[in-house]
């Protein structure tokens, strides 16, 4: 049984959420949606779109349900699963849970949910006028940033062309590998927000082999070096200090196998140690004597680690490992890696 794609959405209030939910809920796509709020009505789902309701469950004339989450993530999410319906798609809005982790993470915990529903993409939606100013004053804003795949960056039409490079650039020095759609009034083909794989390592690097050296998706001024001496994170500090965020990312690469139990180690004590500050992690790794790659994904200290398909003949082996997490002790994880050579 395929899992159905599950998306994670998040953002600040007033950035454009509910116009964004309100479109899945209410246009004729075709699909079957649920979507789960935390509050039907707090944030003005149109109530005219609902055909008949129970306690938490609303049926929507176009077909897909609306729930709210008046208690245990879990719950809902396996009530839904239980449903007769097949779903096209699960999406989960995180208002008022500044962190999108807890909601990832149970994807990764619970058992039962991860057989039947995985994680899609979290998906962060920004207000282009407001964000300079959020990620001054909200570690939230920057967490939400820093844990996205795709980051819808709303109202758009609102700034001009300088301002909007600049929240791109302010973007790019807290997470250099999410993709960045412009929307306004997060007016934004559905294909680009659902379904997209955009969480599954496996199916990104299917699409876009370079995707964890960070090029394909930056702007393309900046030269990359992955082996020049200081990394090109920093480069946000040079940007009129428009975010002095104390989260960056960070790619580390080695052609070198890796000793399978040294990498579990190391990731074993990064995760004790430093989980709370690692915000997402994902890699692709050559263990050696092991013909097939390895692919881990983590959130906090939560990972999950799978085998996929054999590196192909002749093909250069090389693990890839990315880190996006507040106050990265750059040397430290660069050794560490290194340190983890067979």
Not at 181 to 194: H, N, W
Request: with cysteine; proline share 2%.
């Amino acid at each position: 049984m395929s899992q159905i794609p599950v998306t994670v959405l998040t953002g600040y209030l007033g950035a454009g959420k509910t116009t964004l939910l309100n479109r899945i809920l209410s246009e004729p796509h075709g699909k079957k949606y649920a979507v789960i709020v935390n509050e039907y009505g707090e944030e003005g789902i149109d109530g005219a779109l609902v055909v008949n309701s129970d306690e938490e469950i609303f049926e929507m004339n176009n077909g897909c349900i609306c729930c709210t989450v008046r208690g245990d993530l879990i719950r809902v999410i396996s009530g839904l699963l239980k449903r007769s319906t097949n779903f096209d798609g699960i999406l989960v809005e995180t208002t008022g849970l500044a962190d999108p982790a807890p909601v990832a993470q149970t994807f990764f915990a619970d058992e039962e949910i991860a057989a039947k529903a995985k994680i899609d993409s979290i998906v962060t939606v920004v207000d282009a006028k407001h964000l300079p100013l959020r990620l001054k004053d909200s570690r939230e804003a920057q967490e939400q940033i820093a844990f996205a795949d795709v980051i819808l960056l709303n109202k758009a039409d609102l700034v001009s062309a300088d301002e909007l490079a600049g929240v791109e650039r302010a973007i790019r020095g807290i997470n250099r590998f999410a993709k960045i759609v412009r929307t306004t009034k997060c007016d934004v083909p559905l294909e680009q927000v659902m379904g997209l794989g955009s969480f599954d390592l496996a199916e990104i690097l299917k699409r876009e082999p370079d995707f964890l050296k960070g090029e394909e998706h930056h702007d393309h001024d900046h030269v990359h070096d992955e082996h020049c001496g200081h990394d090109h994170h920093h480069d946000h500090h040079d940007h009129n200090h428009i975010s002095d965020s104390d989260i960056s990312s960070l790619s580390l690469t080695t052609d070198k196998a890796l000793d399978g139990v040294k990498f579990e180690t190391w990731m074993g004590d990064l995760r004790a140690n430093k989980g709370q500050d690692l915000l997402r992690y994902k890699g692709i790794m050559d263990i050696a004597g092991s013909e097939k790659r390895l692919v881990i994904q983590g959130v906090h200290m939560m990972m999950d680690a799978t085998e996929l398909a054999p590196w192909k003949a002749g093909e250069k082996r090389v693990s890839r490992l990315v880190f996006i997490g507040r106050q990265l002790d750059e040397q430290g994880l660069r050794d560490g890696f290194a340190l983890c050579a067979a």
